[in-house]
């Protein structure tokens, strides 16, 4: 098995920092990568910002945030991830800019690189397919947020081998997380669940069944959940909810999976959720207040 000492990862939004975020304070030397530099630097303050927390609330301490720090490094050119031990891609939820980034790293991938995608719905043996090491090539889908959250779903693809299998998951629970082994099947297994529920929850705006507070606060207080299904769909951002059940719906072909309208016309609109400000609920107050 390989030996992993350097994790290079690639997309510098919300999952790629918090992956950096738990590498870096596992001890391992990571490269950050985005195609914006922008996003590099904003993403490197985002994970200081996010160790600085763990320091005020007792979870790590001082030195062990700031050594962290020093271990994550800008990677402004992508070829640069490729020479890492575990390249870990953590881009948008869309299939073709994935592939792309796996076809654009293979002229310069070390011969031992192992490559891993975080996707949370899209075929992992698709994506290997585009690699010259499909048998090296695994799904490592963490949770969001991912210092807080300890699952990592761990995907095969049809080719992946053992070795490669049982290096990402020494990998995950060197990082403190649980892993569970999910097949190679649209949205796995946490977000085949989770994400149709977030989608019938608009249906059930949809239809006026119930305001989106009325909502939100059924789930919440009739079934323990700690967000409600609108809220939830707003944190991990409508259009990754749209594109899960679009895999679902095209993938699995049951008309259980059709992605409401509603949320369709929310996507559209670009009220995407908490990232962009307004989603089911509008966030640029003091107070999030419903959009409906």
Known sequence: MVQIKTVGV?????????????????????????????KIVAGL????????????????DHEAAQAAIARIKA?????????????IEAATENEEVKKNIFKAMAPHLGEHTLLASNTSSISITRLASTTDRPERFIGLHFMN????????????????DAPTYETAVNFARSLG????????????????ILVPMINEAIYTLYEGVGTVEAIDNA?????????????????????????IMNVLYEGL???????CPLLVKYVEAGWLGRKTGRGFYDYRGDTPVPTR
């Open 75 to 87: 990677a402004n050119e992508l070829q640069s991830i490729a020479t890492t031990d575990l390249a």
């Open 45 to 60: 303050a985002l994970i200081e910002k996010n160790l600085t927390r763990q320091v005020s609330r007792n979870i790590i």
């Open 145 to 160: 947020p991912v210092p807080l959250m300890k699952l990592v779903e761990v995907i095969r693809g049809i080719a992946t």
């Open 253 to 259: 072909a049951d008309s259980k999976y059709r992605p």
């Open 219 to 243: 789930l919440k207080q009739g079934a323990n959940h700690p967000m409600g299904p609108l809220e939830l769909g707003d944190f991990i951002g409508l259009d990754t909810v749209l594109s």
């Open 177 to 192: 997380k649980t892993t569970t082994n999910a097949e190679d099947f649209p949205a796995f297994i946490v977000n085949r």
């Open 10 to 38: 690639i997309g510098a939004g919300q999952m790629g920092t918090g992956i950096a975020h738990v590498c870096a304070l596992a001890g391992y030397d990571v490269l950050l990568h985005d195609v914006s530099a922008d």
